[in-house]
């Protein structure tokens, strides 16, 4: 059944990629900020169906599947929540002031800049705070490593890379994009429709994810400091550090910060968006590298110098790796990681990942629509459950669904 763009995001489907604004033009389909906090599409001209079918199909709310098992080498090892990796290891960047001041190792950082020195790519496609309004989000096109450095680091609230990502197919230059895992579904969707996509995005980086904030929960953080949003300069969520407090900066020289640990110690205020509570894919499989923190138990214990936990997914991912490993641009701390070491650093995930099928049968028998999956493996993680457990989840989501709490009301322009 083909959705419309509101039934998208009442149902709770849509994460505010920004791929349907690029898909049917800024004339037709607008992604704005809601009053909630949340980047999402409103409809600005009556969209042809074939467009909306094409959105359907690209959608990350509707369709999210995991990878072409032919992007992957004959050795590589397939784990059941993890999905597949060439290879697993603790790393960062190279060059300590990445490592310093990007989210966790800099290892995003300092592998889209190996791809510009090296010439695989000639621009990189990531997100970064605003300059004109720090605690936003922008979509950038890097094209040095000066700017991939500028753009280091996590963004929490919400972040739409995709806006114009037809625009950038038709500048027909080989680019490498690093983004959410999500971001990565909606490409990867695209991919079988168009070919371009295939031929000029060359790498797909991405991080393990643990959800995206609405701006409320920023803007609650600026609240707490007496700050209005126009007197920013700075609005850093993390980095500087492993993890680095979250840092305002104004405009007159005030500077205010948090611990990772009190922006992030009360689960309730994370306000995190209906999407990532039924993610099927936070973990990046259609990824050809992952990158993730590191901390046994998911948190930090305090501050250290930076690590990322390395999922290679893909053949091509490996050759990055490799080259990157040779010419210094990342270092290894250890590859004596198993998919357990991972559990470890994220059982948050493998919570999440183990609910995510029941969750679906949850909402689906409430009436409600759920994106189709794919080889992700959801059926066989809920078996690591008891029924007991199982069903508990299903019966939540479906109550939750039923009375509202899954879903979101219409999108408006702030
Ligand atoms: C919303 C969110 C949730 C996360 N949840 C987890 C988690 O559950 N477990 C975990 O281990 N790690 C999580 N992280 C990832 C972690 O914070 C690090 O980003 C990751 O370990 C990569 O570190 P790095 O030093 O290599 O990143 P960097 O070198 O700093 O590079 C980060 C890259 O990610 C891009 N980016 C940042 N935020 C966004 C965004 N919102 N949308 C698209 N692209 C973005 C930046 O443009 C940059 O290219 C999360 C990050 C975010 C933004
Ligand atoms: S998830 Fe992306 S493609 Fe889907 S409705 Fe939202 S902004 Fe559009
Ligand atoms: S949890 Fe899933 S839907 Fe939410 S931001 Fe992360 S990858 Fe996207």
């Given at each position: 059944m083909t959705l419309t763009l509101e039934q998208i995001v009442e149902s709770g489907l849509?994460?505010?990629?920004?791929l349907c604004q690029a898909i049917a033009g800024p004339d037709h389909v607008q992604v704005v900020m809601t009053p909630e906090g949340r980047e999402r599409p409103i409809v600005r001209a009556p969209l042809a169906p074939a467009t909306l079918e094409r959105i359907n199909a690209v959608c990350p709310g509707t369709v999210v599947e995991g990878p072409d098992?032919?992007?992957?080498?004959?050795?590589a090892q397939v784990d059941t929540v993890w999905g597949s990796a060439e290879r697993l290891a603790i790393g960062y960047a190279g060059d300590p002031d990445v490592r310093h001041r990007?989210?966790?190792?800099?290892l995003l950082t300092a592998l889209g800049q190996f791809l510009l020195s090296s010439g695989r790519v000639n621009f990189v496609l990531q997100v970064a705070a605003?300059?004109?309004?720090?605690?936003r989000t922008e979509r950038r096109l890097s094209f040095d490593a000066a700017s991939v450095l500028d753009n280091?680091?996590?963004?929490y609230g919400p972040a739409a890379p995709l806006l114009d990502f037809t625009s950038i197919l038709e500048r027909e230059e080989p680019f490498a994009l690093i983004a959410k895992p999500c971001d990565l579904s909606a490409v990867r969707n695209l991919a079988k429709l168009d070919p371009r996509v295939d031929r000029l995005m060359r790498y797909g980086l991405t991080f393990v994810c643990g959800g995206a904030s609405e701006l409320t929960k920023s803007e609650e953080v600026l609240e707490s400091f007496g700050v209005?949003?126009?007197?920013?300069?700075l609005f850093r969520?993390?980095?500087?550090?492993?993890?680095g407090p979250t840092r305002v900066e104004t405009h007159d020289g005030r500077a205010f910060e948090l611990t990772y640990q009190a922006m992030?110690?009360?689960?309730?205020?994370?306000?995190?968006?209906?999407r990532c509570k039924i993610?099927?894919?936070?973990?990046?499989?259609?990824?050809?590298l992952v990158a993730s923190d590191t901390w046994p138990g998911g948190g930090p214990q305090g501050e250290g110098e930076g690590f990322n936990g390395i999922i290679v997914r893909t053949s091509r991912g490996l050759e990055l790796y490799e080259a990157a490993l040779a010419a210094g641009a990342i270092k290894i701390?250890?590859?004596?990681?198993?998919f357990r070491d991972f559990d470890a650093f994220q059982p948050h995930q493998v919570r999440k990942k183990r609910a995510v099928w029941a969750r679906l049968a949850g909402i689906a028998a409430a009436g409600h629509p759920v994106p189709a999956t794919r080889e992700l493996r959801l059926r066989e993680c809920a078996r690591f459950n008891t029924v007991a457990e199982n069903l508990a989840e299903a019966r939540g989501a479906r109550r939750r669904a039923e009375n509202g709490r899954l879903g979101e009301v219409p999108a408006v322009e702030r």
């Amino acid at each position: 059944m083909t959705l419309t763009l509101e039934q998208i995001v009442e149902s709770g489907l849509c994460i505010g990629c920004g791929l349907c604004q690029a898909i049917a033009g800024p004339d037709h389909v607008q992604v704005v900020m809601t009053p909630e906090g949340r980047e999402r599409p409103i409809v600005r001209a009556p969209l042809a169906p074939a467009t909306l079918e094409r959105i359907n199909a690209v959608c990350p709310g509707t369709v999210v599947e995991g990878p072409d098992r032919g992007s992957r080498g004959a050795d590589a090892q397939v784990d059941t929540v993890w999905g597949s990796a060439e290879r697993l290891a603790i790393g960062y960047a190279g060059d300590p002031d990445v490592r310093h001041r990007a989210s966790s190792g800099g290892l995003l950082t300092a592998l889209g800049q190996f791809l510009l020195s090296s010439g695989r790519v000639n621009f990189v496609l990531q997100v970064a705070a605003s300059a004109s309004a720090p605690m936003r989000t922008e979509r950038r096109l890097s094209f040095d490593a000066a700017s991939v450095l500028d753009n280091a680091g996590s963004r929490y609230g919400p972040a739409a890379p995709l806006l114009d990502f037809t625009s950038i197919l038709e500048r027909e230059e080989p680019f490498a994009l690093i983004a959410k895992p999500c971001d990565l579904s909606a490409v990867r969707n695209l991919a079988k429709l168009d070919p371009r996509v295939d031929r000029l995005m060359r790498y797909g980086l991405t991080f393990v994810c643990g959800g995206a904030s609405e701006l409320t929960k920023s803007e609650e953080v600026l609240e707490s400091f007496g700050v209005a949003e126009r007197e920013l300069s700075l609005f850093r969520y993390r980095g500087h550090g492993y993890p680095g407090p979250t840092r305002v900066e104004t405009h007159d020289g005030r500077a205010f910060e948090l611990t990772y640990q009190a922006m992030w110690e009360v689960e309730s205020t994370w306000k995190i968006q209906a999407r990532c509570k039924i993610c099927p894919d936070a973990l990046g499989e259609s990824a050809d590298l992952v990158a993730s923190d590191t901390w046994p138990g998911g948190g930090p214990q305090g501050e250290g110098e930076g690590f990322n936990g390395i999922i290679v997914r893909t053949s091509r991912g490996l050759e990055l790796y490799e080259a990157a490993l040779a010419a210094g641009a990342i270092k290894i701390a250890s590859d004596e990681v198993t998919f357990r070491d991972f559990d470890a650093f994220q059982p948050h995930q493998v919570r999440k990942k183990r609910a995510v099928w029941a969750r679906l049968a949850g909402i689906a028998a409430a009436g409600h629509p759920v994106p189709a999956t794919r080889e992700l493996r959801l059926r066989e993680c809920a078996r690591f459950n008891t029924v007991a457990e199982n069903l508990a989840e299903a019966r939540g989501a479906r109550r939750r669904a039923e009375n509202g709490r899954l879903g979101e009301v219409p999108a408006v322009e702030r």
